[in-house]
């Protein structure tokens, strides 16, 4: 049975490219996007994949668009839940100069949407034989690593890992395996030009590590490369 792989932020970036790498693996990819029109990148793929990749219209720090996808997918198994959607919390999060309102904005969309998501989808979950829920999160939240400056961001990722941790405990029962992961510091317009690794590098070993993710990886944070990350 074709697995099947929802996506969040899927018009761009790392979740552009994860759905291109899981439609090549021969899965089935819900890919979602925001605003009014499918993006012309994720509308190409869907040309030559059939069936195989369906774009959903989604705004996952909106509680009515995440509850109107839940009906739409409603008696769907979902094998994989990849929490990718996330932003910087924008140019101002330093000492001398915040913007309350967009730390606020990036707990909407990194920390609190991967958690109301991964519920409103429990359901599809559960009808899967191997479900995972993954969450792109970040080596800059992480606490066992220092690092000054970009408040919104470090905290909003540090509390998403919080998150997975208990979502990773509290699923295990229902054999969900819950993890965060760090996909590197990648070349996509968040990352800059200046990233280390190429956003297909880094999609390719999410995709490796995910396909191969077993119950003993659950509520363990890792990298792209497979490797274990220190909270
Ligand atoms: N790039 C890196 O170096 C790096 C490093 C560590 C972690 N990460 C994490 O990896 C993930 C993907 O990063 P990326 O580099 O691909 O980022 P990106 O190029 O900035 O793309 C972000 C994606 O998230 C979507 N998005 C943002 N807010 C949303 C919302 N409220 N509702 C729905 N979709 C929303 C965007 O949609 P629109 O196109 O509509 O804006 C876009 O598809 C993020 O969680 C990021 O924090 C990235």
């Known amino acids: 049975m074709t697995e099947t792989v929802l996506i969040t932020g899927a018009g761009r970036g790392l979740g552009l490219e994860l759905t291109k790498l899981f439609l090549g693996n021969g899965r089935r990819v819900l890919a979602t996007y925001r605003g009014i029109a499918i993006p012309d990148q994720l509308r190409e793929l869907g040309r030559g994949a059939d069936a195989a990749l369906r774009a959903l219209r989604l705004e996952i720090t909106d509680g009515a668009s995440v509850t109107a996808l839940r009906n739409e997918l409603s008696g769907d198994v979902i094998d994989v839940l990849i929490n990718n959607a996330g932003t910087t919390g924008g140019d101002h999060q330093d000492l001398g100069d915040m913007d309350y309102a967009a730390w606020l904005g990036a707990f909407e969309v990194n920390t609190v949407a991967p958690f109301r998501l991964a519920v409103a989808l429990l359901d599809n979950l559960r009808r899967s034989d191997r479900p995972r829920i ?98």
């Open 134 to 231: 993954v969450t792109l999160s970040s080596q800059m939240g992480s606490l066992h690593r220092k690092g000054t400056g970009s408040h919104a961001y470090r905290t909003s990722k540090a509390a998403v890992n919080k998150v997975m941790q208990v979502l990773a405990l509290e699923l295990a029962g229902d054999g969900i395996i819950v993890c965060p992961v760090h996909p590197g510091w990648v070349r996509t317009d968040m990352g800059g030009p200046m990233g280390e690794i190429s956003v297909n590098e880094s999609a390719a070993g999410l995709v490796a590590l995910i396909e191969s993710l077993t119950p003993e990886h659950s509520g363990r944070f890792w990298t792209w490369e497979g490797m274990e990350h220190p909270w």
